[in-house]
């Protein structure tokens, strides 16, 4: 499967990143098409979480650009961004651990209601955003949970809830940062039926080492090495391809 520019929801062209002399990230291309999941993937030190971080802007690059639908964001703020409709998570789930788990959502939607920094108004007017933090809640599979404090929840709960914090803002593109790590099988399976129900209508871009997460999720793989791009294509394509497969496992010499 071969992208576009014309295709893609965001891209990347040249993109390096230098740390003091040591290239991290060295003149990646890359096209991510609109309502597919791709995966970023890569052995330690690929440079995967490096791009990934410039691709949301928490990383200025030392060259390229960065586009999104059309417009050129390499000097946006992350903020900025973010409000374009780039919405990324953290490896570290962010939610407000002593809030329930509707307060939380309710607090997310604040920013899209326009109620973010309206201090003065009634508690009555939050409670106009109950509806729609219900209907998120409920699709990630946490309402009976909805009265509880986050601080209740398992850890894969808890990065559902993250989940529903991200879709209150209605982003088109979901960026997970390993939306996987730390957690057990039940919690894994649970977590990837909910990424693949939530792409169905919008991109979404993971770094993710779980290679089965990948193989069963994935439309479309980059893979990094040395911070670089080894090869591209879907899971079959990139798994099946020998620099890959030394990547992960070394030579049959080592």
């Not at 929840?153 to 989940?163: H, M, P, Q």
């Not at 911070?227 to 798994?239: K, N, Q, R």
């Amino acid at each position: 499967m071969s992208v576009s520019p014309q295709e893609a929801i965001l891209s990347a062209r040249g993109l390096t990143k230098e740390f003091f002399g040591f290239t991290a990230v060295n003149s990646v291309d890359l096209d991510v098409r609109e309502n597919t999941i791709h995966a970023l993937i890569g052995p330690n030190g690929a440079g995967k979480t490096t791009v990934f971080n410039l691709l949301t802007k928490f990383l200025t690059p030392t060259s390229g650009t960065i586009t999104f639908r059309g417009k050129d964001i390499t000097k946006v703020k992350p903020a900025d961004v973010a409000r374009l409709g780039l919405v990324r998570s953290f490896q570290i789930s962010a939610v407000f651990p002593h809030l329930t788990v509707l307060d939380n959502v309710r607090v997310a939607l604040q920013r899209k209601a326009h109620l973010g920094t309206q201090f003065w108004r009634s508690s009555r007017v939050l409670h106009t955003l109950d509806d729609r933090a219900h209907e998120l809640i409920e699709a990630v599979g946490l309402a009976e949970y909805a009265n509880l404090d986050a601080a209740e929840l398992s850890y894969g709960r808890k990065r559902a809830l993250e989940i529903a914090t991200t879709l209150a803002l209605d982003p088109p593109v979901l960026l997970f940062d390993e939306p996987m790590a730390g957690m057990g099988i039940e919690d894994i399976g649970r977590i990837s039926a909910l990424i693949k129900r939530i792409a169905r209508d919008r991109t979404v871009v993971m770094v993710e080492h779980n290679l089965n997460v990948v193989a069963d999720l994935c439309d479309y793989v980059t893979v990094l090495a040395r911070g670089e791009i080894l090869a591209e294509g879907d899971y079959e394509t990139v798994s099946s391809d020998a620099r890959v497969r030394e990547a992960y496992m070394g030579s049959e010499d080592d």
